[in-house]
């Protein structure tokens, strides 16, 4: 890396560098007028004009009339059927969009705020040297003001052949001493990601036993030099990967033998069944899991943190319903037991994928609020993470606590 983005690819950011609708009078006008035009170069009202400047008799004998009438009707053949397209693609889309704004209606319940298990995902810089012992407490301060428990701090990435240097993270042992001095409470997790070569040539091959061996073997390294857990970013991760939940498998063996935590940044739930596959095979990028596949992804960790940001919606209303729904689908699926955990973006940028104006910190909160809400109020091992500690802004907290802390 240095800094892998759970969400946008596991190698999209870095800390030390830190997707117009035609008028349907707009499209009949042209129509007529160029019909009009077509029945003049072809001599009609006049008598005169034809083909090649043939001259016409007024009685409409003039060969190049058949012939313009004959485009006209071709035009507007052609203008009508890109009419139909545009609205068979767009409609679609309107009804969808309008769906999610009316998901954002209504109050989330009473009691719907943190349960004091939320978490923040922080950069490179706490383990490298960067950060002083000044830092830590700083950052204690602040965390003691809200729900987070777990920090995913970043202490890789992983070689593509699972390997991990201890040169990655040499400045750890300080690091979570500090923490535990200045916040007890607080629980220090490695953030380990790799890109995964499932959309190209280069990245980490899962189906290859021997690397599954080597993370399993780096995660048993990370565990004893002092995290209490390890947090997995892998990416990009298609829907149904068997070798990755076989990975899971004999990670947890690993982690419960040595009573720490295993948890995983996962990717967003099919917003329509299938949706993924659909995506995937008319862009190549299938961004999407199953329902079913979250939860057996779910059952097998501690703690699952769905990366719910870079959703491409372009309103906050239509991206805070798009986390409700995330969030009551999450729910469905994940076991009473595992902590289910809902992404908040704290960065900002302005990309296809990501509109600053639209996915803000407030509209992620309330749309987790609304769907907590209205599939599972009461449910305890739930909160919040926030993506990334170095890109937060003051707004971003501010939203956090005063949404969901309170």
Known sequence: MPEAEPGSGADAKTEAEAEAKPESGAVDAPVGST???????????????????????????????????RRGRRGRLVRRTALALVLLLL??????????????????????????????????????????????????????????????????PLEH?????????????????????EA?????????GDVLASESPNG???????????????????????FQGAHFDLEPLHSGDGDYLGLLDDLRAVTRARDAQLSVAAHQIDPVPGFHSFWGTTTGHPKWWSQKFFGQVARRVDQIAVMSYDTIQPLESTYGGYVAQQTSLALEVTPASTDLLMGLPFYHENRFGHWNHAET????????????????????????????DFAATEQDWTSYEKGWVR
Not at 184 to 192: K, Y
């Open 361 to 388: 910190v407030a509209a992620a909160v309330r749309g987790v609020r609304l769907g907590l809400s209205r599939t599972d109020a009461d449910r305890a091992n739930f909160g919040v993470a926030a993506y990334v």
């Open 91 to 156: 409609v679609p889309v309107l009804a969808a969009e309008t769906a999610l704004r009316v998901n954002y209606l209504g109050d989330p319940a009473d009691g719907t705020y943190t349960r004091g298990k939320d978490a923040i995902w922080l950069g490179h810089a706490w383990v490298d040297g960067r950060k002083t012992d000044a830092d830590v407490k700083a950052l204690a301060d602040r965390l003691g003001k809200t729900g987070i428990r777990d920090l995913y701090v970043h202490a890789g």
């Open 204 to 226: 980490m091959r899962l189906e290859r036993a021997e690397t599954r061996a080597a993370v399993v073997r780096s995660t048993r390294e990370i565990l004893a030099a002092g």
């Open 184 to 192: 007890p409470e607080l629980r220090v997790q490695a953030w380990l």
């Open 35 to 69: 019909v009009a035009d077509d029945e003049r170069v072809a001599g009609g009202a006049g008598g005169t004009g034809g083909v090649g400047g043939a001259e016409g008799n007024g009685d409409g004998d003039d060969p190049g009339v058949g012939t313009g009438r």
């Open 161 to 181: 052949n699972g390997t991990l240097p201890a040169s990655a993270y040499a400045g750890a042992p300080r690091f979570i001493a500090a923490v535990h001095r």
